[in-house]
């Protein structure tokens, strides 16, 4: 199937929401982070979300399956590569575990989220100190 310049143009707008959204949620939370803000990092306008989304919580959707292919992406990597099952089966389940634990690094950049860290150990020596 042959995709039109419409095809590659929403396809692009899609994956700058989806970006955009994937650092800012990772950055500060869902509930902390307006469409607006969005759409500005994003590049876009308001009706260009609207237009490949019903709503904030289906970008987040989108959001949530990117990072969920990921870490099946590294599990599956990661357990292909042992010949023994039992050995596939422990190297999957350890980086399941790690994904796991790992929480807003699978969300944001180390840039973006080592930057707020900061700013929050900052505060809170100032506020303590």
């Known amino acids: 199937m042959t995709r039109t310049k419409h095809d590659l143009r929403s396809e692009a707008t899609r994956r700058r929401l989806v970006t955009a959204a994937r650092t800012l ?18 590049g876009v306008t308001r009706g260009a979300l609207y237009h490949q989304f019903r709503d904030k919580a289906d970008l987040f959707a989108a959001v ?5 292919a990921g870490i099946a ?5 990661a357990a292909g590569v042992e010949a023994d099952p039992v050995d596939a089966l422990r190297s999957g389940a350890w980086l399941f575990l ?10 944001c950049s180390e840039e ?3 930057r707020r860290d900061r700013i929050r150990r ?7 100190g």
């Open 122 to 128: 900052w505060r809170a020596a100032r506020r303590d």
């Open 25 to 42: 949620f990772g950055a500060r939370g869902y509930a902390d982070v307006g469409t607006e803000e969005i759409v500005r990092a994003a």
């Open 98 to 107: 790690d994904a796991s634990r790992s929480g807003r690094r699978l969300w």
């Open 73 to 77: 992406k590294r599990i599956a990597g």
């Open 64 to 68: 949530a399956e990117e990072v969920e």
């Open 112 to 114: 973006t989220c080592g």
